[in-house]
């Protein structure tokens, strides 16, 4: 038996936390929200994240950092990616020379373009740092479903060590030396899943979908060899076996946010909603500057912007939009049935979906008007010698189309 302690007791440290005690390790939990803590403790249940899964009386919880910390064979990071540095800080004092650190948190440091693991390792060099990752939803994990994930370590020892702790019937642990490729998969991927929820939200089919995930995984493995990871990984677990669950599953925090944007919600309203750190939406940043400084091109997310911008309420400036551009997402729905009816595309606007957006008699008003037009009506265009809309009295030319 280990002594584990799990620092953060979200959806995902909890569900860790239930497999190692399960697999009859003495497990505590950390949580910096002692309201949390008391809560956990009382109820035996995380009604907001893992609703319906019941905590053992076995495993403790702590607001203490230090008694989290200390004397433990194990210590498991499961905060937020944006809070990885700041923890590890906080824990540093606690740790001994050669102490394991499992990171199990995707992302990368938008400003260092750091991984965590790397980040953990400026902050705590006397830990011996390892990372767990692959497809592993917190709700399926928490309720014992089959899952199978990866662990990356720098000694064959110690990833053969955290194997036999975290594995058992249902959780499966293969082993790899690999921590910069599971690392960039895990993170990279939340950015695709972004992208695949945008195209559920906005109606869009299978094929979208399929069509970015494979470009995807192909852009984050030209990616991650190019930075230093294998090949392998990234056809493995950590890479497109992550992706297909994240933009997939109804689990995934990332795809939820991007589904909602494409009903029309800010990215703020998104994240709001879903209620949890958006990792993809801090990853999507580093993703870019990366790419550029690795010389590698990232065209999914612009080409897939591309395709919908004629059904935007705003279009976007596709041709000259880089990392700093704000994207809208906004789509005007009857403008969208039109360019789909436009397109002969009766596949798509046939789709069941539209019945719950327009009745039968407006989805008819619309085919009619569209087939009518035989093109979406566009406002008129300014002539340079028409009076100028502002209402300044001038030409159009000499007054706001001076550089038009």
């Not at 991984?115 to 902050?123: D, G, V, W, Y």
């Not at 020892?157 to 194997?163: D, E, S, V």
């Not at 029309?264 to 990853?283: C, H, L, P, R």
């Not at 704000?326 to 539209?354: G, H, I, R």
């Amino acid at each position: 038996m280990a002594k584990v302690s799990v620092i953060g007791a979200g959806s995902w440290g909890t569900a860790l936390a239930l497999l190692l005690y399960k697999n009859g390790h003495d497990v505590t939990v950390w949580s910096y929200q002692e309201e949390e803590v008391r809560m956990l403790s009382e109820k035996r249940e995380h009604v907001s994240k893992l609703p319906g899964v019941k905590i053992p009386d076995g495993i403790f919880f702590t607001a203490d950092i230090k008694e989290a910390v200390e004397e433990k064979d194990v210590v498991v990071l499961a905060v937020p990616s944006i809070h990885v540095r700041n923890t590890a800080k906080k824990i540093n004092p606690y740790v001994k020379d050669g102490q394991i650190l499992v990171d199990v948190a995707k992302g990368i440091e938008e400003d260092t373009l750091m991984t965590l693991s790397q980040q953990i390792e400026e902050e705590i060099p006397q830990a011996d740092v390892a990372v767990l990752s692959g497809p592993s939803h917190a709700e399926e994990v928490g309720r014992g479903l089959p899952t199978t994930v990866c662990i990356g370590a720098h000694t064959e020892a110690t990833a053969k060590y955290l194997q036999q702790l975290f594995m058992n019937e249902v959780f499966r642990v293969y082993i790899s030396p690999d921590i910069l490729g599971i690392e960039l998969g895990g993170s990279l991927k939340n950015v695709i899943a972004l992208a695949a929820g945008v195209a559920d939200g906005m109606g869009y089919g299978d094929n979208t979908k399929a069509a970015l995930i494979t470009r995807g995984i192909a852009e984050i493995s030209r990616l991650g060899v190019k930075m230093g990871g294998a090949a392998e990984t990234f056809g493995g677990l950590a890479g497109i076996g992550d992706l297909i669950v994240t933009c997939a599953s109804v689990h995934s925090r990332n795809r939820k946010a991007g589904y909602l944007m494409g009903k029309g919600y800010t990215m703020e309203q998104a994240m709001a909603e879903v209620k949890m750190i958006v990792e993809g939406v801090y990853s999507a940043k580093a993703a870019k500057e990366l790419a550029e400084k690795y010389g590698q091109d990232v065209m999914t997310m612009v080409g897939f912007l591309d395709g919908i911008n004629d059904s935007l309420k705003v279009q976007n400036p596709i041709e000259t939009m880089d990392e700093n551009t704000t994207v809208s997402l906004c789509f005007d729905k009857e403008l969208l049935y039109k360019n789909m009816v436009d397109a002969k595309a009766d596949w798509l606007y046939n789709l069941p979906q539209w019945d719950k957006i327009f009745d039968a008699e407006t989805k008819k008003r619309l085919y009619r008007e569209q087939k009518q037009s035989g093109t979406v009506r566009k406002a008129k265009k300014i002539g340079r010698n028409d009076p100028c809309p502002c209402g300044s009295g001038k030409k159009y030319k000499f007054c706001c189309g001076k550089n038009a």
